[in-house]
């Protein structure tokens, strides 16, 4: 008995201990600037087919609409399940660009980006008016 609370003691203060070097590791990993987060969402962005207006490339889309976007790095609310548990790692970038010619339509949408540049989710809705923040 004492040999198996002893094995068993042993095997816990090792799960414990790398459940504390993960934690460390995890948490100095580099991430990605907002700078870098934004131009994810831009490449993302220009693909989409809303509205009248077609950008051709990322630098027209930011310089047509100069402060169109923002990261957040904490309270992601709308996140759905998979995304959920990454929230740590996770920065949502805010986009608000112009898609519409005469009409002054604008897109707002967000997108959720992981540590690694990946897009896991994103959401947008069609708008009269820029969304300012």
Request: proline residues 2%; aromatic residues 10%.
């Amino acid at each position: 008995m004492k040999k198996l609370l002893s094995g068993v003691l042993i095997f816990a203060s090792i799960i414990v201990a790398a459940l504390v070097v993960w934690t460390v590791v995890y948490n100095y990993r580099e991430r990605l600037s907002d700078r870098q987060l934004i131009a994810i969402a831009v490449d993302d962005a220009i693909k989409s087919t809303h509205g009248s207006i077609k950008y051709s490339s990322a630098d027209e889309l930011m310089r047509l609409n100069p402060g169109c976007c923002i990261v957040r790095h904490s309270g992601h609310e709308w996140l759905s399940f998979p995304a959920r548990l990454y929230e740590d790692g996770l920065s949502v970038v805010q986009m608000s660009y112009r898609i519409g010619g005469m009409s002054q339509a604008y897109y707002f949408k967000e997108f959720a980006i992981d540590a690694n540049g990946k897009i896991l989710d994103t959401r947008g809705i069609e708008e009269n008016t820029r969304t300012r923040w």
